[in-house]
């Protein structure tokens, strides 16, 4: 089995393998390829090297979020109005909150709003100090990588 390559006109190296050295291609032996092929598969190893941390990054940052977020989408949906229901009411009583109502009136616990409010703010309050350390830190690494001019500056980043 021997080891191939092509360099090509926008300076990236193809690799091949086999037992036959393809027309256009030439084959080296380790430590005797010319600078130009290093400078290529460099090249190549970088414009490949972002991509693969953005997906990495992203993965930990979902992995990390998940137990935070860990909830059915459609009661996401409604958090929004909950948490703005909820604040309203706690300064001002005689709004409506038909989101809550109808939520405290499917729970059947017997909740007065006052109660629920409080439940929803202090539910917002710690989703907010969990979730948004996890984004800022993906933010950074996210631009740490597209600022990165170096395979070396990429892999040296990690979540």
């Not at 970088?46 to 935070?68: G, H, L, M, R, V």
């Not at 459609?74 to 989101?99: C, G």
Request: hydrophobic share 40%; no cysteine.
């Amino acid at each position: 089995m021997t080891t191939f390559y092509k360099i090509n006109t926008d300076k990236t190296a193809a690799v091949g393998s086999g037992t036959v050295v393809p027309q256009g291609y030439t084959e080296y032996t380790k430590g005797s390829e010319p600078k130009e092929l290093i400078d290529a598969l460099a090249l190549q190893k970088f414009k490949s090297s972002k991509p693969n941390k953005y997906s990495e990054i992203t993965t930990a940052f979902d992995t990390a979020t998940k137990a935070i977020i860990d909830v059915l989408p459609h009661e996401m949906a409604t958090w929004k109005d909950q948490e703005n229901e909820a604040r309203s009411y706690v300064a001002n009583n005689t709004i409506a909150t038909p989101t809550l109502d109808a939520i405290i009136l499917a729970r059947g616990l017997n909740e007065t709003v006052l109660v629920f409010a409080t439940k929803v703010i202090a539910n917002a309050d710690a989703y907010r100090v969990a979730y948004l350390p996890l984004l800022g830190k993906y933010q950074v690494l996210t631009k740490q990588v597209s600022l990165a001019t170096t395979t070396v500056e990429v892999e040296a980043i990690k979540w």
